[in-house]
T-cell receptor, first 115, second 114 residues
Framework: AQKITQTQPGMFVQEKEAVTLDCTYD???????LFWYKQPSSGEMIFLIY??????QNATEGRYSLNFQKARKSANLVISASQLGDSAMYFCAMTPEGGNTPLVFGKGTRLSVIA | DAGVIQSPRHEVTEMGQEVTLRCKPI?????LFWYRQTMMRGLELLIYFNNNVPIDDSGMPEDRFSAKMPNASFSTLKIQPSEPRDSAVYFCASTRTGLQETQYFGPGTRLLVL
């Protein structure tokens, strides 16, 4: 069975600073996909970034990057130059082989960006 | 392109009533997932479909819950009879066949059972 652990219930970051949200995972699947989603106070789930387990390079999408350390089974999300609009819940999730199977989610981290 | 569409966005009902949640996946997507989000249990899978066929319904809480996908562009999740513990946000998500395909979520239905 797959498991996602997010150990930071809440975090604060100053506007324009970078912040790292932690995510560790456990799986026996030989290949898998790792995802980050953002859930603002309005409630929708917004896809941010994807990392495949066999990808050689860390994924990046604009201000978002994923620090993937396979040996440590970690997939931390790095947000650079934080903005007030980044304040939200952030969920790490995984599936075997990508997105055609159900996502297993962590408990989430609530990020608050301070002006 | 239109994203995943869910209706209603909010539903308030009384215990014992039937509730029907609706979802329209992104056109061309052949996988559809129903998730539920609660404070206690977080986000969890209820059921998912591939090409309109249910693949895994092990997350459906009990017989009061049922889901159908009569065609590629429509799915329903029904709760009958509803109970206060069913109060949650219900999300529908869709994706297409392929490696490294992202699941895209609808806006969710916030259900409150009184």
């Amino acid at each position: 069975a797959q498991k996602i652990t997010q150990t930071q219930p809440g975090m604060f970051v100053q506007e324009k600073e970078a912040v790292t949200l932690d995510c560790t995972y456990d799986t026996s699947d030989p290949s898998y996909g790792l995802f980050w989603y953002k859930q603002p106070s309005s409630g929708e789930m917004i896809f941010l970034i994807y990392q495949g387990s066999y990808d050689q390079q860390n994924a990046t999408e604009g201000r978002y990057s994923l620090n993937f350390q396979k040996a440590r089974k970690s997939a931390n999300l790095v947000i650079s130059a934080s903005q007030l609009g980044d304040s939200a819940m952030y969920f790490c999730a995984m599936t075997p082989e990508g997105g055609n199977t159900p996502l297993v989610f962590g408990k989430g981290t609530r990020l608050s960006v301070i002006a | 392109d239109a994203g995943v569409i869910q209706s209603p966005r909010h539903e308030v009902t009384e215990m014992g009533q039937e509730v029907t949640l609706r979802c329209k996946p992104i056109s061309g997507h052949d996988y559809l997932f129903w998730y539920r989000q609660t404070m206690m249990r977080g986000l969890e899978l209820l059921i998912y479909f591939n090409n309109n066929v249910p693949i895994d319904d092990s997350g459906m809480p009990e017989d009061r819950f049922s889901a159908k996908m009569p065609n590629a562009s429509f799915s329903t999740l029904k709760i009958q009879p509803s109970e206060p513990r069913d109060s949650a946000v219900y999300f529908c998500a869709s994706t297409r066949t392929g490696l490294q395909e992202t699941q895209y979520f609808g806006p969710g239905t916030r259900l409150l059972v009184l």
